[in-house]
């Protein structure tokens, strides 16, 4: 941010530790996730396992030795360490499991729709060809929904860092597996050196052709690149927009126009956006009367889980009902699911589970875990104790 996170906390507690979700993760409501990158859900035993068959050499032969390697610095470190490592997925078997695995995780922390990430534009790069990416993904989509119950649709991010000429190749292959579940494109990157208005194009020939927008904005640069992201790729959502509390009139529209930001409260400290979780801009987000979904944007990469991110969010004054309306508010997918989705929010006991107006993490007195029944695909999704 800036460079404002040199030298401050980094994610000294073993990134990537987590072998699953711990069991106090395991959720008493239910939550969307809208903002999470595929390529830093995987975990080390299993990047070293696709590293194997792929012949690729990571920075490190052990599970130890990667989480060490994985505790960035600061931004500009963690986009290094992001490439050393996701380097090892190159072949649509290697996506496909990653969609699944994470799809599992999800399952278990009481969350049936996601909106991910990936960026193809580095396979890309590296010699995987972008059909290749696509059909990994989107394969590993069909088989979570069957095996998991879990709907996955996509955001593909344009990496900043690559020629504009890749973006709109890019959207080209979004554009072409609109049936397969991409419902938007993002923006991710390095957003201080690349502003949006260099994305002008790629993102008009995605709204051209039925994609909505969710770029990475006011996450490491500051107010004028929200604005561009508002006004320039004319963003149906944010991805972080933390930083717009710099400028209240911005933030004031924000909320005006109901563009939903998914806030990633770990994410945000452990990269030098907000000082601390204390310090997180998410109450002046609400106060201001934005909507906040709440997402773990890299969970393995910063020893996260969306569950954690939740229990922080609540621990700043968001509310378990509140962050899923918000989310639901800003998602991209087709009507029925969205229908689906409000049905299975309405159905569920949000005070009797406790976590009505709570401002402390769902915890101890807290009910039973739930879990969905449904076949995922048209049934509803229904949360029962377990
Ligand atoms: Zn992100």
């Known amino acids: 941010m800036n460079g404002g996170a040199a030298g401050r906390r980094v994610n000294g507690a073993a990134a990537g530790a987590s072998p699953a979700p711990a069991a106090a993760d395991a959720a008493p409501y239910p939550r969307i996730e809208l903002h999470v990158h595929l390529e830093a859900t995987v975990r080390p035993a299993r990047l070293l396992e696709i590293a194997r068959r792929n012949d690729v050499r ?9 989480i060490r390697f994985c505790r960035f610095r600061d931004f500009d470190h963690f986009i290094r360490v992001w490439i050393k490592t996701t380097r090892a997925l190159r072949h649509e078997r290697d ?11 999800l399952a278990a922390q009481g969350c049936f729709y996601a909106e991910a990430l990936f960026s193809p534009s580095e396979p890309m790069a590296r010699g995987t ?7 990994g993904y989107c394969g590993g989509a069909d088989e979570a929904r069957e095996v998991h119950g879990v709907d996955i649709r ?3 991010d344009i990496t900043r860092d690559f020629p504009v000429a890749a973006a709109e190749d890019l959207v080209g292959w979004a554009l072409q597996y609109r049936e397969r579940g991409v419902v938007g494109v993002s923006l991710g990157g390095s957003e201080h050196r690349y502003p949006p208005e260099l994305f002008a194009r790629p993102f008009a020939l995605a709204r051209e052709g039925g994609l909505r927008a969710a770029p990475h904005a006011g996450e490491v640069a500051g ?6 992201a508002l006004d320039v790729l004319h963003a149906d959502r944010l991805r972080h927009g933390v930083r717009a509390v710099e400028d209240p009139a911005l933030l004031a529209e924000i909320a005006a126009r109901g563009i939903v930001c998914d806030v990633t409260p770990t994410s945000n400290v452990l990269l030098g956006v907000a000082p601390s979780l204390a310090a997180h801009p998410l109450p002046r987000m609400l106060a201001a009367g934005v909507k906040c979904s709440i997402s773990s944007d890299d969970p393995v990469l910063m020893d996260t889980t969306l569950s954690r991110d939740c229990a922080a969010a609540v621990s700043l004054g968001h509310t378990p009902r509140g962050m899923f309306e918000h989310a639901l508010g800003g998602v991209f997918c087709d009507a029925a699911t969205k229908a689906r989705l409000r049905r299975l929010g309405a159905a569920f006991d949000w005070e009797g589970a406790g976590c009505e107006g709570s401002r402390s993490p769902a915890g101890g007195g807290a009910p039973e875990a739930g879990e969905r029944v449904g076949d995922g695909l ?5 949360w029962k104790p377990r």
């Open 58 to 66: 990571l920075p490190a032969r052990t599970e130890a030795g990667l």
């Open 95 to 105: 996506f496909h499991e990653v969609v699944v695995d994470y799809a599992a995780d």
């Open 129 to 135: 060809p972008w059909e290749e990416t696509f059909e």
């Open 154 to 156: 996509f955001t593909p």
């Open 223 to 228: 107010p004028a690149s929200v604005r561009g």
């Open 378 to 382: 048209t049934g509803e999704w229904v």
